[in-house]
């Protein structure tokens, strides 16, 4: 059995941005989680599955690219889930809600990957620092974090399948959108 999740993964020059508040998050508070993983939107939270089971996988992700466009995605500064996570909020759109959506219905009552879909409302975001982040540091921090301006744009391209590696996790497998009959 090995982790994995499904995520929109940042283009590098946006990830490289990230990387740096990341960075800093590890040398001040030893915060290292963040650092795991690289910038992405969560469509997907981590599950664990049978290796064997990486091939339908992998087609079920490219079914649901196929019929999904390029997005925009940009981001609305710092935000928090108080105390213990620092991340950057990603401004919702009508498209990332249904690709999410459309990730979900793939999981939704499929006995096959066995996965449990969250039932709490969409909050697209990049995380900065998490469960390894303490309260103490959090409230330090986060008045810095909360004046900081972060905005960026770009177009989200496909889907990212990432498994974790037993130390970090890796892209395993990315499928492109249909860029037939773009949005925009």
């Known amino acids: 059995m090995q982790m994995y999740f499904i995520a929109i993964v940042l283009p590098q020059n946006v990830n490289e941005k990230v990387l740096?508040?990341?960075?800093?998050?590890?040398?001040?508070?030893?915060?290292?989680?963040?650092?795991?993983?690289?910038?992405?939107?969560?469509?997907?939270p981590p599950f664990w599955?049978?290796?064997?089971?990486?091939?339908?996988?992998i087609a079920d992700i490219n079914s649901?690219?196929?019929?999904?466009h390029p997005l925009p995605i940009s981001t609305n500064n710092f935000s928090a889930f108080k105390?213990?996570?620092i991340?950057?909020?990603?401004?919702?759109?009508?498209?990332l809600k249904e690709v999410k959506n459309s990730a979900d219905e793939?999981?939704?009552?499929n006995s096959f990957y066995n996965i449990k879909i969250d039932s709490r409302h969409f909050h697209p975001h990049i995380t900065i620092a998490t469960?390894?982040?303490?309260k103490k540091s959090f409230y330090e921090i986060w008045p810095w974090?909360?004046?900081?301006?972060?905005?960026?744009?770009?177009t989200a391209e496909g889907i990212s399948i990432l498994k974790h590696n037993k130390k970090n996790w890796d892209v395993m497998y990315t499928s492109q959108f249909n860029k037939a009959g773009q949005y925009f």
Not at 64 to 68: E, F, I, T, V, Y
Not at 106 to 109: E, M, P, R, V
């Open 20 to 44: 740096k508040y990341k960075q800093m998050m590890l040398e001040k508070y030893n915060c290292k989680v963040g650092l795991k993983s690289p910038a992405h939107i969560t469509l997907v």
């Open 49 to 57: 599955m049978e290796d064997e089971k990486e091939q339908q996988l």
């Open 64 to 68: 649901l690219s196929q019929r999904l």
């Open 83 to 85: 105390p213990r996570t």
């Open 87 to 95: 991340f950057i909020a990603v401004s919702e759109n009508e498209q």
């Open 106 to 109: 793939i999981f939704k009552n």
């Open 131 to 134: 469960r390894d982040l303490f």
């Open 145 to 154: 974090f909360a004046e900081k301006k972060f905005s960026e744009e770009w």
